[in-house]
């Protein structure tokens, strides 16, 4: 069976189709982009992602699923390096529309920043026999993802001080007094969520990938 999530003999081509079009991604979000410096430190990352799992693709292919979820973060990093989170237009509207008071789009980058990751690291720790399931093992890679979130927090913090510019151009906290806080909250919800919404399917797309793996 080939499936969203199943991979079948045609997964290489998929695969390529994937990382294809997150390179298209990170191409568009480059064109008329708002400011060239924030692109570029907003779309490393992506580009870091993609280049260290094509070197190791030959040694650890991740599903299918994990890998169309991993397209769909490049999707919201991407449109975030282009107007720089503050100022999507989609949520500028938002927010004119529903008179909030800043723009939400940096909250879904924060939540992606939580929610894809732990497929990564579930999957990985999992196929690779380093852990069994328990409840300790579901802390533990929560607690993981968690390290990602605050070592982006303290990546913007020391660009901030690294290139001299003002901490609200670099953290874009939009006023909000506890946003660093906040977004590392909405990285646990998001891996969380991965958790309770695909736990039981992602399940099944490792057990058949762990019979490949033999």
């Known amino acids: 069976m080939d499936g969203i999530g199943i991979d079948g003999s045609n997964k290489k081509t998929k695969h390529k189709v ?14 008329n982009a708002i400011d060239y410096f924030a692109w570029f430190m907003l779309t490393l990352p992506s580009v870091i ?11 650890f292919q991740f599903t299918t699923f994990t890998y169309i979820i991993i397209f769909l973060h490049i999707v919201v990093l991407a ?7 503050a100022g999507n237009p989609l949520f500028l509207n ?10 939400y789009y940096d909250r879904i980058g924060h939540f992606m920043q939580g929610f894809a990751p732990m497929f990564m690291v579930k999957e990985f720790m999992l196929r690779r026999g380093y852990m069994k399931r328990s409840k300790f093992f579901y802390l533990i890679i929560i607690g993981f993802v968690l390290s990602i979130s605050a070592t982006w927090e ?9 290139t001299g510019k003002p901490s609200s151009y670099i953290l874009s906290s939009q006023g909000v007094l506890w946003d660093t806080q906040w977004d ?3 990285a646990i919800i998001g891996a969380v969520s991965a958790l309770v919404i695909f736990g039981n399917f992602h399940d099944r797309q ?7 793996d033999k």
């Open 94 to 103: 938002l927010k004119e529309i529903f008179d909030l008071n800043r723009n």
């Open 49 to 59: 992602l993609l280049l260290c799992l094509s070197l190791t693709y030959k040694k």
């Open 154 to 162: 303290l990546s913007e913090f020391f660009a901030a001080m690294i």
């Open 184 to 186: 590392m909250i909405l």
């Open 18 to 31: 994937l990382l294809l079009l997150s390179v298209l991604m990170i191409v568009w979000s480059s064109v």
């Open 79 to 85: 449109s975030g390096a282009k107007y720089r989170y």
């Open 206 to 212: 490792i057990e058949a990938m762990k019979e490949i």
